[in-house]
């Protein structure tokens, strides 16, 4: 059994999300951010057919922009 | 020394500081440090690198605030400890003139108020040729001090930045910026007591 620590796992309704290019419902499913070497895993929606996932606009402007600018701020 | 560093928020983080034990131990092997050695851990916080001298097989004491040391007794009672306030008269470490060989400084000079007087006292405690082994913040060029003569550093940014990005997945909350500490960049430094 994984023993994975998600750092975000996003609330997903059946049949909320569709992929746009299989027009299958996207499932929750892990996405590994990594960032210098280290791996962040996300549970996030994604395609069960073609695996692409959605990373939602909080998490986009949020952790993910902080991280950003954070390394650009060298 | 900031607040911050003394939060529960930061304690509740357990990556002690930029680097971790890999950077310790790489301190420790380009400062030459043996078994034989007397070891203070300066400003050891939660006793992270005690563990890692410990292991090692060195003698080693860590000094922290009262409040730290109260938190680094609970989580770490094996190692040992000293209370050490900077105090306005100066450093005064609660050690001997020339009593230590080593004194580990990770992440914290750039913190203290008066670095000069921690410095001059750092020196006092240690014996002749002692080393004085940090990792820190800087803005290029490590910093030079009138009492050592730097032997050996290495810059270590990569360290900061994949902690600063541990921190904000962990906690998701901004690092506070270590610009306001004397630089963005982090190095690794061993200084040799003249």
């Known amino acids: ?74 | 020394m900031s607040d911050f560093y003394a939060s529960e928020e930061w304690r509740a983080f357990d990556l002690g500081h930029p680097g971790g034990a890999d950077s310790t131990k790489k301190l420790l092997s380009m400062g030459n440090v043996t078994p034989d050695d007397r070891v203070l851990d300066l400003c050891c916080g939660a006793g992270d690198s005690l563990r890692v001298c410990a292991e090692l097989g060195f003698d080693v004491c860590g000094v922290d605030r009262a409040s730290v040391i109260e938190y680094a007794r609970k989580n770490d009672p094996d190692q040992r400890y000293l209370v050490w306030e900077l105090e306005d008269k100066g450093a005064n470490l609660p050690f001997a003139d020339g009593s230590l060989d080593v004194v580990l400084c990770e992440c914290s000079l750039s913190l203290l108020e008066d670095k000069s007087s921690v410095v001059r006292d750092v020196r006092r405690v240690l014996s002749r040729g002692g080393r004085f082994l940090i990792s820190d913040v800087y803005d290029g060029n490590p910093p030079e001090f009138k009492e050592f003569r730097l032997v050996w550093w290495e810059d270590a940014t990569h360290a900061l930045r994949s902690f600063i990005v541990s921190w904000i997945w962990k906690t998701g909350k901004v690092f506070p910026s270590p610009s306001c500490r004397g630089g963005r960049k982090y190095f690794l430094g061993v200084y040799e007591a003249i």
Do not use: Q, W
């Open chain 1, 1 to 74: 059994m994984s023993d994975v620590k998600y750092h975000e796992v996003f609330d997903l309704s059946d049949g909320e999300l569709y992929c746009g290019l299989c027009h299958v419902p996207l499932e929750n499913g892990p996405i590994t951010l990594r960032y210098m070497g280290n791996d962040f895993p996300i549970l996030m929606p994604k395609c069960p057919l073609c695996g692409l996932g959605l990373i939602p606009e909080e998490l986009a402007t949020g952790k993910i922009f902080d991280v950003e600018r954070a390394l650009e701020d060298k």
